[in-house]
């Protein structure tokens, strides 16, 4: 076997990576405001009227999660945030917060998926509000409904944008897999809870070998849909994000998949918080040619990367994955 001469730094360089905003952090706890003032992390993100919004958790002294408003017409340089939640706990299943949302656009209605606390147990809530009133900022969020059973720690959800196959594609983990269940309705009033089977699990030979989860809700291309996965290590404890495609007619099938991280915590606002070592995502977007991606920075401040979309697809379509 002849040895590879090129570095590991080489091989890095040579790899697809999202690139940091230089401003990062673009989302700060302030501390005047006591429902943001100790961490403000893992946003939701969704791109209209040509800005894009982002939904982002915040936590003051209560613990108790809440989300915030802000918004980037260029998609990294804030100019408007609220200045009061405008989404928090309403049942007794988020008693002791409401967490890491994702944000769906299905026809004219925002599907929020987020993650209800209550006593160490966590499951999936449900809530919609209409486009108009979203953007008129009318926060008129139907009631959330719980989807997960009640026994079960389950979170990182979202719904895919469209019908494939004339059902409701719904990603989630729960025993620090990824899941996908196939709904015929999205009208969870009923008490049924969401199942499904197992999409991609932990490999121990990985950088992701103690869990996995989705990242931001998948985003269609002619390629597949992509979606960006965070992982944690069970060797280095750090969480870092991937990327992989999936076929477009069978979202169970994985495609593509990189074997190394688009990104991993190394600027001292990622190394350091109320969680070292910790990217994770909830929302990205695409704006002309650039995926844009917002992240969690060691669970205390939200940040951006982007990439060219076209070298993402383009180095997923090359790796030497196979299904």
């Known amino acids: 076997m002849i040895a590879s001469s090129k570095s590991v730094e080489q091989i890095k360089n040579e790899q697809v990576r999202l690139t940091r905003y230089s401003k990062n952090p673009i989302i700060s706890p302030i501390k005047s405001h006591d429902w943001e003032s100790k961490y403000t992390l893992n946003a939701a993100a969704i791109y209209l009227e040509g800005k894009t919004h982002i939904l982002y958790r915040a936590q003051g002294k209560s613990g108790v999660s809440t989300l915030g408003y802000a918004s980037a017409k260029d998609g990294v340089e804030i100019d408007e945030r609220i200045d009061t939640p405008v989404y928090k706990p309403r049942i007794d299943a988020e008693v002791d917060g409401c967490e890491d949302a994702r944000i769906t656009k299905i026809e004219d209605t925002l599907y929020l998926f987020y993650t209800a606390f209550k006593n160490g147990m966590t499951h999936i809530a449900i809530s919609t509000i209409s486009v108009s009133d979203f953007l008129q900022k009318n926060w008129e969020w139907s009631a959330p409904v719980i989807i997960s059973p009640t026994e079960l720690n389950d979170k990182n959800a979202c719904v895919v944008s469209e019908k494939i196959n004339g059902k409701y594609i ?113 929302g990205a977007v695409v704006i002309k040619d650039d995926l844009f991606v917002y992240y969690g920075a060691g669970d205390s401040t939200v940040a951006v990367a982007s990439v060219s979309l076209e070298k993402l697809l383009d180095a997923l379509k090359n790796s030497p994955y196979k299904s």
Not at 182 to 193: A, H, I, P, S, V
Not at 201 to 222: L, N, Q, R
């Open 170 to 282: 719904i990603f989630h983990r729960t025993n620090h897999r990824i899941w996908i269940a196939e709904e015929e309705n999205l009208d969870f009033t009923d008490g049924r809870w969401i199942q499904g089977n197992i999409l991609f699990e932990p490999d121990d030979g990985k950088w992701y070998s103690e869990k996995v989860g989705i990242a931001a809700p998948p985003i269609k291309t002619t390629d597949g849909w992509l979606l960006i996965f965070h992982g944690l290590s069970k060797s280095d404890g750090k969480y870092r994000l991937g990327a992989m495609l999936l076929d477009l007619k069978k979202p169970l099938v994985i495609t593509d998949l990189l074997d190394y991280p688009i990104l991993e915590p190394e600027a001292p606002y990622e190394k350091s918080g109320f969680r070292p070592d910790t990217v994770f995502s909830c």
